[in-house]
T-cell receptor, first 111, second 116 residues
């Protein structure tokens, strides 16, 4: 079974709006990563947040991590049509080097 | 810097046939991964190599799937014989390893396999 589960499964917003997607996981982690996947560029790493960090920013992306609730959120501000893609969270546990991906949130940004 | 290369990009076969996928990771990346991504799901790790040794193959269906990474660079993933449920995108990824830290993984474009 997959460790991370994203919510919502699908999200449709207007260009310029913010998009928030959430990820919940089951066991303690070393770090959590967010990836984006679209048909044009495949699966691309967006941002990594370590278990001792609470918030991280990268351009229009803001990631938060709450280890007590075993959850993370990805906020995309001022969305653009090019942000249309599937977004996956992936977790790495201390006891393993492998990443476990969630099932993804499909984001549609309408022009 | 060149990315992860995979071939072929698409493959259509009939069930019970064999198929092989090839991956060339980013130069200098010691760790190589093969993932299976079924439509509508996230990638699932099949096997992880560190140089030419297997680190994790716990989710590889070993009765029909095999993978090798001779010389610690290129890798091939084989399915023999294929089943209908093997229809998926097969992704190869690579990453640097620094001590106990795992950096981001860089993914190839994938091979879309359709089993009829």
């Amino acid at each position: 079974s997959q460790q991370g589960e994203e919510d919502p499964q699908a999200l449709s917003i207007q260009e310029g709006e913010n998009a928030t997607m959430n990820c919940s996981y089951k066991t303690s982690i070393n770090n959590l990563q967010w990836y984006r996947q679209n048909s044009g560029r495949g699966l691309v790493h967006l941002i990594l947040i370590r278990s001792n960090e609470r918030e991280k920013h990268s351009g229009r992306l803001r990631v938060t991590l709450d280890t007590s609730k075993k959850s993370s959120s990805l906020l995309i501000t001022a969305s653009q049509a090019a942000d249309t893609a599937s977004y996956f969270c992936a977790t790495r546990m201390d006891s393993s080097y492998k990443l476990i991906f969630g099932s993804g949130t499909r984001l549609l940004v309408r022009p | 810097e060149a990315g992860v290369a995979q071939s072929p990009r698409y493959k259509i076969i009939e069930k019970r046939q064999s198929v092989a996928f090839w991956c060339n990771p980013i130069s200098g990346h010691a760790t190589l991964y093969w993932y299976q991504q079924i439509l509508g799901q996230g990638p699932k790790l099949l096997i992880q190599f560190q140089n030419n040794g297997v680190v994790d193959d716990s989710q590889l269906p070993k009765d029909r799937f095999s993978a090798e990474r001779l010389k610690g660079v290129d890798s091939t993933l084989k399915i023999q014989p294929a089943k209908l449920e093997d229809s998926a995108v097969y992704l190869c990824a690579s990453s640097l390893v620094k001590g106990h830290l795992i950096n981001e993984q860089f993914f190839g474009p994938g091979t879309r396999l359709t089993v009829l």
